[in-house]
């Protein structure tokens, strides 16, 4: 689609998606003078309270001279990380919810979520290496001792790939981030040291013994995928490895990690010929206060050839502040960072978007963003309106970006995490660079800016203030002005 076609191109995202009912209507461009519609400014807006839900709007350039004291104003001159994309995780419990909805209904929601034309443009999905604790079981893909074993279950074969399929048919452009939450059950241990079986989903240790095994899973799993159409762009060795206690877990210190991936996961990826990422760590910012993990990734890219193998470090957000991420890129500007899980619930009143959409904006969306990420991952993309389904051990109290009304499994309900996604997603395209800004600052605004490679510009600013705000951008070419409303998410995109 050309700039001219998608800046005239118009959606928009009701509360509620009913199969049976028809959109609301879709908002209008602004009209210019003499009544024509002025699209140079595509824009979108989401507010606290629901008022606007995602509603499209546009601006003109001003022809007049900018005197505006909240100007921001781009620095394309000043350049940080390219970004890869955002999205959220396809779980098993995800894609059961979907594969209940109506197939016109699937389609329908996953065009809003993950086209570019028509949609938020979703472009980055995180998938579980066997089971996770929002599967239907507890699995992995080589249960039976012996890795000639190794085979898909049908979990991946009736859910996630039929899923991941109707997405890439909608995004092939679609990237994959792959994470396991525990080995198969007859590689692990109970410690390094008695070295004794360990026949349980839960904690445990990976066999230094079978790391060469491991680590041919991970092959075959990656080339598993691609035999069904579906490339793999990244790896995590471990999910949360420092978490002993989820219904599907390993513990996985940092110097277990360095090993695995320097003297099997690494060189057996290189030898298949794989161009799969590596991500180190893939758990919290706080490394769950255990001293002698702090720093996790940057001890792993201590070792040359470890480090040779990976190309960043993956993040979540349960523990800790998010300027671990500006500490560890200043120590290790090299290496890549991505942010791979938050979750909303119960704990913290996830559904209520006046307080999240605030704070995830600010803390998870723009928060890592600004420090460094390249991508941005949130965790389930849809649960039921029970919060499933879930399994003893794993999370019970977790909400999805979205919920199905599992009631009738049409009625979609859109939650913050839903929203801070597709207004990063929505503007920011995969390639596009962070650029510098100056100008305008003010409590309770944050904000950040991009170049996309289409020749575009995109900005998305949150406005967590009880006032709306007369904000004007301006790329030294071009300026325009939008009224942004109190409490609200705003994202921006005008060609050069």
Not at 23 to 37: C, F, R, V
Not at 365 to 384: E, S
Request: aromatic content about 12%; overall charge negative.
């Amino acid at each position: 689609m050309n700039i001219r076609n998608w800046l005239t191109a118009v959606f928009s995202f009701p509360v509620l998606l009913v199969a049976c009912g028809s959109d609301s209507p879709a908002e209008k461009p602004d009209p210019g003078t003499g009544g024509e519609q002025v699209t140079d400014v595509s824009i979108y807006v989401t507010t606290s309270n629901r008022s606007m839900d995602f509603a499209k709007k546009s601006v003109g350039f001003s022809q007049k001279s900018n005197m505006s004291p909240t100007t921001v104003t781009l620095n394309p001159n000043v350049r940080y990380q390219s970004m890869d994309g955002f999205g959220a995780a396809i779980t098993g419990s995800t894609c059961y919810n979907l594969m209940k909805m109506a197939s016109e209904d699937r389609a329908r929601f996953l065009r809003e979520t993950f086209s570019h034309e028509d949609g938020m443009g979703y472009s980055y999905v995180r998938i579980a290496i066997g089971c996770s604790d929002f599967s239907l079981s507890e699995y992995t893909c080589c249960d039976t001792p012996g890795i000639e074993n190794f085979a898909l279950q049908n979990e991946e074969k009736q859910y996630i790939i039929p899923v991941l399929k109707e997405i890439l048919a909608i995004n092939p452009s679609l990237k994959i981030l792959g994470s396991p939450w525990t080995p198969p059950k007859w590689m692990k241990v109970n410690n390094l040291t008695e070295l004794k079986a360990f026949d349980s989903w839960t904690s445990g240790q990976l066999n230094p013994a079978h790391y060469q095994d491991y680590a041919t899973y991970f092959v075959k799993w990656v080339k598993a995928f691609a035999a069904e159409g579906i490339s793999v762009y990244a790896v995590t060795p471990q999910n949360e490895p420092l978490n002993r206690g989820n219904s599907a877990s390993l513990f996985m210190g940092w110097k277990e990690e360095q090993a695995f991936v320097r003297d099997a996961l690494g060189p057996q990826f290189k030898q298949a010929g794989l161009t799969t990422k590596i991500y180190a760590f893939d758990h919290n910012y706080n490394y769950d206060n255990m001293a002698d993990q702090t720093d996790y990734p940057v001890k792993m890219y201590d070792d040359e050839v470890a480090a040779s193998f990976l190309t960043g470090a993956a993040y979540h957000n349960y523990g800790g502040n998010r300027q671990e991420l500006n500490d560890v890129y200043g120590k290790r500007p090299d290496k890549e960072l991505i942010f791979t899980e938050t979750s909303i619930g119960m704990w913290n009143d996830g559904r209520n978007l006046n307080k999240r959409l605030m704070e995830d904006m600010e803390e998870v969306a723009l928060g890592t963003v600004n420090n460094w990420c390249k991508a941005v991952i949130v965790w389930n993309l849809m649960l039921d309106t029970e919060r499933g389904p879930n399994r003893e051990g794993g999370c019970q109290t977790c909400y999805g970006a979205v919920d199905l009304n599992k009631s009738d499994y049409k009625t979609i309900t859109r939650n913050s995490h839903y929203y801070i996604i597709g207004h990063l997603s929505s503007v920011v395209k995969p390639g596009a660079v962070r650029i510098g800004t100056k100008g305008y600052t003010a409590n309770g605004i944050t904000y950040s800016a991009f170049e996309n490679t289409d020749g575009t510009y995109a900005f998305v600013l949150l406005n967590n203030t009880a006032e709306s705000k007369s904000i004007t951008l301006s790329d030294g070419n071009h300026h325009f002005t939008y009224e942004v409303p109190a409490k609200s998410v705003v994202s921006y995109r005008w060609k050069k």
